[in-house]
């Protein structure tokens, strides 16, 4: 199965001829097939890295989500400090006794939460300033597209640094909007990229003849073929806001009170889990965060290969098939094919 | 019924090479009417301008200066103007397999511009009049042509919903820029000869835009020879062809193959 929108050959369960003049049996097309197939728009191809992809991120999502309801409070301190896994505590404790498994869930939820508005966001931002300011041209686009120049290389880190050093009691939704304020702008300019291109077909411009109205032509004719791109753009948002979220907890400058796998991994550090050999500690959020970031690599590369379907034939497995195809040459120097150099 | 009427265009772009701005002239004081029941053949060389004309005239592009006028008088800039001047002046693109959006079916590139130029149709009569748009270009059976997608389409059967969709606003003048140049040349006549019957059937002003002598000579009323931006001659179309005046239709008339030839070649 796959995507593509270029059929070689139509399937046609009935001959419209070709009345006007044309001798009758000029061909139009491929002879008619009698299978005619019936889609719904483009269908996605089902590939291995597709479906491990979205099942992390499902696991991970209901682990979240559902989680935190069935676990005990995750900061309740208690007199047995790191104790290894157990039946009681299913990832052991940590220095103070907290139960790290119950922790494991919360901090999943809060990492989620800061993933999904940072995704949100910058979407939103990048969308309105990538499609809206290419699609509308002349000195909008202009300004947008400088905007978001200036956007791109304002750096992250030190910005939520010098912000956490003026508000002390930083909330989740603060660091998220940081993050989603530096990190919108890359995504903007591959929007805005693509959406010229876009604009400039054939389709565009026959909807524009017909009378549309510019607000129909960016909603109904242009933005279904940038989904698969706002998709990914999304994805690769909450990567960095996962990351990123991560890293300022580690540093100690994440928000106040929360649970994220950050804290987590700060809170570790802290408590000397490595040194002491307390790999329940630190092994469970560190391996929550390359697994949650490489699911979400993989549902990108997947969406990679839709929209760029000479991808999809470069893979290894691929390259094989088409040699197994090839009829094995006979002899050196009888086959017409000319063999490399390999002296 | 209405003329279209290009007085005097120019149409220059600006290209950015570095600091320099530099200034292409692609269309050159250019003047012409359009007039119902006539087919105009605009012939030139590749990059001439042709398409820089079709796309001045359905407002895709502004004019650096002239006017186009609508039934003599000029197309004001507001949205209703705007409706009404393409209720009337439509266009079918060179490249069926760019001109529809893959994401839509057929019935949606036919039923928006019915419904945009007539407000006060129900959903039912625009969906009758799709039906019947679809059997105008003669692609039948309609129901199963509406409910499909542009890849399951032939090239010469999307040219057909390209033509339909440009007689939906039912309007009196028709841009035809290079119509079969993407098509098989097996299937180039049939198209042809469809926009030739509906251009009488709706007393249409047609202008073609091609490259191709043998079908300008055929299906037109006058020719007019595009070089380098300007029009360089024009006339009636046998008169343009079999005596052509200026140089660059005589190179163009020798580089040709024989118009009668090619024509029983198409056929
Ligand atoms: N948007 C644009 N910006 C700058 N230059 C342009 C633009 N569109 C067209 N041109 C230039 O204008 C000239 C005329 O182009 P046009 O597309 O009208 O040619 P044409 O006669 O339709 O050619 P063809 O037969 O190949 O379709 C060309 O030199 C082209 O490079
Ligand atoms: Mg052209």
Redesign the interface.
Known sequence: MSIS???PQ?????R????????PG?????PARSTA???R?PSVPLTPKLVVGLAIVAVTVLFAVVGPFFVADPSRVDDIGLTPPSAEHLLGTTQTGQDVFAQLAYASRGSLIIGLVVGVIALVLSGFFGVVGAYAGGFVDESFSLFSNVMLVIPGLPLVIIISSYVPNKSVWLVAVVLAVTSWAGSARVLRGYTLSVRS???V?????????PSRVLL??IL??LVPLLASQAMFAVIFAILGEAGLSFLGLGATGSFTWGTMLYYAQNGLALRLGAWWWFVPPGLMIALFGAALALINFSIDEIINPRLRSQTRRARKRWHLDRPAPVAAGTTDTPTEATA | MTTLEMQDVVKEYHLRDGWRGERLRAVDHVSFTLEPGRTTALVGQSGSGKSTIAKLL?R?ESPTSGRILLGGRPVGRS?SA??AY??QV??V???P????????TIEHHLA??VA??HPRMSAAQVRSRVLELLTRV????TE??A?R?????????RQRV?IA?AL??EPGILVADEPVSMLDV??R??VL??L??LQREENLGVLYITHDLATARHFSDDIMVMYRGSIVERGPADDVLLHPRHEYTQTLRAASPDPERRLAEL?
């Open positions: 929108t270029q059929e139509p399937p046609r369960t009935s419209a001829r070709e009345v006007d003049g044309a001798t000029t061909p139009d097309a491929a197939r019936r889609r728009g077909r054939d389709y411009l026959a909807a524009r003849v017909a009378g549309e109205p109904v004719e279904p073929n | 359905m895709l949205r705007q409706r393409r209720s439509q266009m693109f060179q490249d397999f760019g001109s529809l959006n893959p994401h839509h928006r511009p945009l130029h003669r692609l039948d059976p199963e042509f409910a997608r542009p890849h399951e389409l032939s090239g010469g059967q390209a969709r939906a606003p097996s299937i006549l049939g000869n469809l030739g019957r056929a």
